[in-house]
């Protein structure tokens, strides 16, 4: 258990540390960590299918995986999803020429949704005027839900959350990992609010602190549950596929999959979130 939480902690500060070196040099630096983490995760999701997807999109998606921030860059997050569907497109043309199973079509469409656009989500918060805001919310809620997930469910677990996916889940540790996402919020709130590092909060751009602490506890609760939803869905995944890890790309702690399987789906909340606050 401590080597698993010392993983989480030391990718979650090595993520921000990457992305505030970025805040000072270029945003450029964060987008092709990014890029490197959505390539690495299509990577573990094809080969976690074997062959079950058809070799012939295998091209297209590491095309796809590659070049992904490059619409991102020119459109905005419209282009990320106008270059899925255009490389969709792409996908469905081969399958009628190639005369391909409908199956292995529906699971390269998946591909590019899960984790290809979902992961895009990272882009838009770190080009967004609150990137660092953002960033760190995604990061230490997920990063605090996961750990004290951990934590609550070996102490107090008793009753099982969802036996049939992850069995070692339990209704406890869920709480656990909400109460612990709200404390990472708090943390993100005492950074940017209170001692108004950076100047980038939401107490910034006008809202009372009142307003601001319930602003962040709310997000913290969505965020969480989507974090802990997230692991069970790429356990849901893996359970189905009959696979342990998606890769062993960070050793005994699985793969790039295994470790933003959560931060996928809070990633995408924060991104809805701040469409309406940027």
Sequence with gaps: MKNRIFVSIG?????????FLGHYVSKLFMDA???????????????????????????????YSLTIALPYLKLGFMGVVY???????????????????LDGLMR????????GLTLSSLF?????????????????VSMFTDVFALVFGLLFGKHKLAPAISPKKTVEGALGGIFGGVLGALVVFL???????????????????????????????????????GDLVA???????GVKDF????????????RFDGIMLNACFVSFIFTFIV
């Excluded at 108004?196 to 549950?225: D, E, H, N, P």
């Excluded at 890769?247 to 295994?258: A, E, R, T």
């Design 83 to 101: 270059y899925t569907l255009l490389i969709f497109s792409l996908g469905a043309t081969l399958a009628v020429f190639r005369n391909l199973p």
């Design 108 to 115: 390269f469409a998946f591909i590019l949704i899960y984790p």
């Design 191 to 229: 950074i940017f609010e209170v001692f108004g590092w950076l100047q980038m909060g939401f107490f910034t751009w006008g809202l009372r602190k009142s307003y601001t602490v319930l602003s962040y506890s709310l997000i913290a609760v969505c965020g969480s549950c989507l974090t802990q939803i």
């Design 33 to 63: 960590l990014i890029t490197i983490v959505i390539a690495c995760a299509v990577y573990e999701m094809r080969k976690a299918f074997k062959n079950e997807l058809p070799k012939d999109f295998h091209f297209l998606l590491t095309i």
């Design 11 to 19: 990718i979650a500060a090595v993520l921000i540390g990457f992305y």
């Design 247 to 258: 890769s062993k790309l960070l050793g005994d702690h699985g793969g790039m999959l295994d």
């Design 235 to 241: 356990s849901l995944i893996k359970r189905n596929l």
């Design 124 to 140: 838009f918060i770190n080009n967004s005027l609150l990137s660092s805001l953002g960033i760190a919310l995604v990061f230490c």
